[in-house]
């Protein structure tokens, strides 16, 4: 990395797509192609207002356009769902490790994923299936409030399912009328005989608690611990493992993550918090 | 050491500030603070006993800055060189500590480098060690041996410069008719001076020598009740961060200037209640006893696996600034009684 590294690139909104009632997705063309792996993240500046980190849901194969998935959580994230297409915003990164994606080849991919954490999943789903080949097979599990509540809707319930060697099972907590699934917590819809633990990976990205509970599943099924991959969401400032705020141990989550096996961390306090 | 002599102190400084701006220790009230050496008044800068009250890190990574603009050019700040007279060994350990943190080979921050290219630094031994410096605890001395320009330390007559750099060899080289060869015997009496403040460093904290490596210990000690104990006197004032010479958390925030924004740097502290927080509300370390524990496990622990050094150089600045009372030994002391307490529970 070279020059300023808190300078950001410019960038600007060109779409924004309403996922649900607290998450929209914003697509936006940086002012140059912008590179990354899947899995790293960006910190994203409303210019004047403040930044915040996000692991784009776009593929990486797209460096013209990315599309970052934001639920209103926070001060800035606030304001991004009030701004409109037009708006200009800095961009910086791409930080962290990302998923080790060469490594997964050969292999069977568990993805267990909840609410806002289908984001990276998002990135991650359409870098494997770009290449589905290269893997023996894909099974995503996922979970959401209500069925309103999962993102990416319009792929989730009919074309991501039609893809060969991808099998997609899903769950909501509270059902309404026309949900024919699942009902209950993803950690309800993990099987053991979803995949082959022996020749799988399993990959976690969601709220803390529902990673805590499909951590503990996924041991129950025999995964070792350093094939587990989990997304961690921490307070990332600069990105670059200096200021402090991400700390998981001794690891920056901004610069040694966002993606840890949890061979590495789980001998660390709190990181479920 | 190639060293020289000068018989006073304003000569060195008047030289220095021929070619740069140099800042000086000066007593304002009990504190020792550094202000910007004007030659006019040179009787302004004293030989300081002891390090500034202020850390050395304000040179390098001050309070707040612009870190980057909307403007066309994105300005990094133009920094002039600079000299800093009356670090200590503490100061300049401190230094070599955030150069592992801020020239981390591909995550160079230019802010920072930019001024650590441009400082001169002219150390001085430590000749009346403060009641909290506990240097002698990471093997200090109260003189520097390395990472200085030039060292100052005083004997009777005057003061025998020691070179450090080639930065420092060229000013002594560029300002030759001021210095003297230094007479042995002035070396001898350097000696003794620099032996009798070790020994008043090594005698103030002989009680408070941990029974293992500080690394262990703190380790060990991570289910303690004592973060919790001295929380208690903690008024979260964040004083032993902010004078911390080796604490370097900062965090960006973004602002408005009149035809642009900026980007600002401005320091922070793990002592601070939102510290670790998320914007969605989870904050791993809510119960201050958490980011007490969890500032000794990165300064003792984390820092050293990474870099190969503890991030604490015993200069005592969070012992007189807490409010709170704490002292930074003594809940060393305690972690390391604990810990020894636990290896025989252990045997048992």
């Not at chain 1, 990164?93 to 289908?118: C, S, T």
């Not at chain 2, 070179?163 to 009496?189: C, H, M, Q, W």
């Not at chain 2, 904050?283 to 500032?295: A, D, I, Q, S």
Request: with cysteine.
């Amino acid at each position: 990395m070279s020059g300023n590294l808190y300078q950001p690139i410019s960038g600007r909104i060109t779409d924004i797509i309403d996922e649900s009632s607290t998450i929209k997705s914003f697509v936006v063309h940086p002012e140059s192609p912008f590179k990354f792996a899947t899995g790293q993240f960006v910190e994203l500046t409303l210019p004047g207002e403040g930044e915040a980190p996000f692991t784009p849901s776009s593929s990486p194969s797209q460096t013209e356009q990315m599309e970052i998935t934001i639920m209103k959580a926070g001060r800035v994230t606030g304001l991004l769902h009030e701004c409109a297409p037009g708006q200009m915003v800095g961009i910086r990164g791409p930080f962290g490790n990302g998923y080790p994606v060469d490594r997964f080849a050969g292999k069977e991919i568990y993805i267990v994923g909840g609410g806002v954490g289908l984001a990276p999943i998002r990135s991650l789903f359409l870098t494997l299936v770009d290449r589905i080949k290269d893997f023996r097979k894909v099974v995503c599990r996922f979970g959401a409030r209500t069925p309103e509540d999962f993102i990416y809707k319009k792929a989730l319930f009919g074309p991501w399912q039609k893809i060969g060697n991808v099998d997609i099972k899903l769950t909501v907590d509270k059902a309404n009328g026309q949900w024919s699934g699942n009902v209950g917590v993803v950690t309800t819809i993990l099987n053991i005989n979803d995949v082959n633990v022996k020749n799988a990976v399993a990959v976690v990205c969601g709220p803390p608690i529902m990673m805590r509970y499909a951590t503990l599943k996924l041991l129950e099924f025999n995964f070792v611990p350093g094939d587990i991959y989990l997304s961690m969401e921490k307070n990332m400032s600069c990105g670059v493992g200096k200021c402090g705020h991400c700390m998981v141990g001794k690891y920056y989550v901004c610069k040694d993550g966002p993606v840890f096996t949890y061979e590495q961390i789980k001998k660390y306090p709190k990181i479920w918090d | 050491m190639e060293a020289v002599f000068v018989s006073k102190l304003s000569s060195l400084l008047d030289a220095l500030a021929a070619k740069m701006d140099v800042y000086v220790p000066v007593k304002v009230s009990n504190h020792i603070v550094f202000k910007k050496y004007d030659t006019e008044n040179s009787q302004m800068a004293e030989f300081n006993a002891v390090r500034a009250c202020t850390p050395v890190k304000e040179f390098l990574f001050p309070l707040r800055e612009v870190a980057a603009t909307t403007q066309a050019q994105p300005e990094i700040a133009t920094v002039k060189p600079f000299a800093v007279f009356g670090l200590k060994d503490c100061d300049v350990k401190s230094i070599v500590i955030l150069d592992k943190v801020f020239g981390e080979d591909e995550f160079i921050d230019p802010l920072y480098m930019a001024r650590r290219e441009k400082m001169f630094i002219v150390s001085s031994d430590c000749t009346g060690p403060a009641e909290s410096c506990f240097c002698s605890l990471f093997d200090g001395k109260g003189f520097a041996e390395k990472g200085f320009d030039l060292n100052v330390s005083p004997i009777k007559g005057g003061f025998i410069i020691d070179i450090g750099s080639r930065k420092g060899r060229e000013f002594v080289e560029s300002n030759d008719g001021l210095f003297a060869d230094v007479p042995a015997s002035l070396l001898e009496e350097r000696d003794a001076n620099r032996k009798k403040a070790q020994h008043q460093l090594e005698k103030q904290n002989a009680g408070f020598t941990p029974a293992a490596l500080l690394q262990e210990i703190v380790e060990k000690t991570q289910d303690s009740e004592i973060y919790d104990q001295i929380a208690k006197d903690c008024i979260e004032c964040q004083a032993c961060t902010r004078v911390c010479p080796t604490c370097h958390c900062f965090y960006l925030y973004d602002d408005k200037q009149k035809d642009y924004f900026t980007k600002m740097k401005i320091w922070d502290s793990c002592m601070r209640f939102g510290y670790a927080m998320v914007a969605g509300g989870a904050n791993p370390n809510k119960v201050l006893g958490e980011r007490l524990k969890h500032r000794l496990m990165h300064k003792f622990v984390y820092f050293l696996e990474r870099y190969g050094v503890n991030m604490c150089v015993g200069c005592g600045r969070c012992i007189d600034a807490d409010a709170g009372g704490i002292d930074l030994r003594q809940l060393l002391k305690n972690l390391s009684e604990e810990a020894n307490t636990q290896k025989t529970e252990r045997i048992k």
